[in-house]
């Protein structure tokens, strides 16, 4: 099974910085990938799929690049309300594995 | 709107069983599978599998064969995750979420805590 690795598992930041979360995939994926943000106690929702495409209503500080096995999640300028933990997931084929995720904080 | 409703939170010894529905309403049911996430207390999310809305048919992640069931009422636009044999790890949250078959879980239930104690 195809194994996804994020980095860093946590991170502190200032508001205003900008912020860069990677996803490596054990083999490639094409650009199946998606980014989740789930807040503390709530559900998680989707960001971003298709590795760099927007959802719709998700501000534009976020976006998403990358294509094979390496992803990245940019937070252009950090904002109080983006304090949650970020998760990648492949979907090109089962099992739809989940990165451990990411932790963002506000320093 | 789409909206996936998960039923009530519950409390199970160990050994016991839990069924735990997810009922769809707002889109066709049987155009989008059914996918399970679990989420242990402050750990992350855990793709379980899914169900084939369609024709039925269930794909299990690795670790969660055997006393892990998917099912379906189609009838009713629901789907159901049924654990057996619990035991204290099954302590979760457990989300259902709707995707197409290569795309990304667009809507999920609100999540149900299941809690394993004696």
């Known amino acids: 099974d195809i194994q996804m690795t994020q980095s860093p598992s946590s991170l502190s930041a200032s508001v205003g910085d900008r912020v860069t979360i990677t996803c490596r995939a054990s083999q490639g994926i094409s650009n199946y990938l998606a980014w989740y943000q789930q807040k503390p106690g709530k559900v998680p929702k989707v960001l971003i799929y298709s590795a760099s495409t927007l959802q719709s209503g998700v501000p534009s500080r976020f976006s998403g690049s990358g294509s094979g096995t390496d992803f990245t999640l940019t937070i252009s300028s950090l904002q109080p309300e983006d304090v949650a933990t970020y998760y990648c997931q492949k979907y090109n084929s089962a099992p739809r594995t989940f990165g451990q995720g990411t932790k963002v904080e506000i320093k | 709107q789409v909206q996936l409703v998960q039923s009530g939170s519950e409390l199970k010894k160990p050994g016991a069983s839990v069924k735990v529905s997810c009922k769809a309403s707002?889109?066709?049911?049987?155009?989008?599978?059914m996918n399970w996430v679990r989420q242990a207390p402050g750990q992350g999310l855990e793709w379980m599998g899914w169900i084939n809305t369609d024709t039925g048919n269930p794909t299990y992640a690795q670790g969660f064969t055997g006393r892990f069931v998917f099912s379906l009422d189609t009838s009713v636009s629901t789907a159901f995750l049924q654990i057996s044999s619990l035991k204290p790890e099954d302590t979760a949250v457990y989300y259902c979420?709707?995707?197409?078959?290569?795309?990304?879980?667009?809507?999920w239930g609100q999540g149900t805590l299941v809690t394993v104690s004696s």
């Open positions: 979420a709707r995707a197409r078959m290569v795309a990304t879980q667009d809507a």
């Open positions: 707002g889109y066709t049911f049987t155009n989008y599978a």
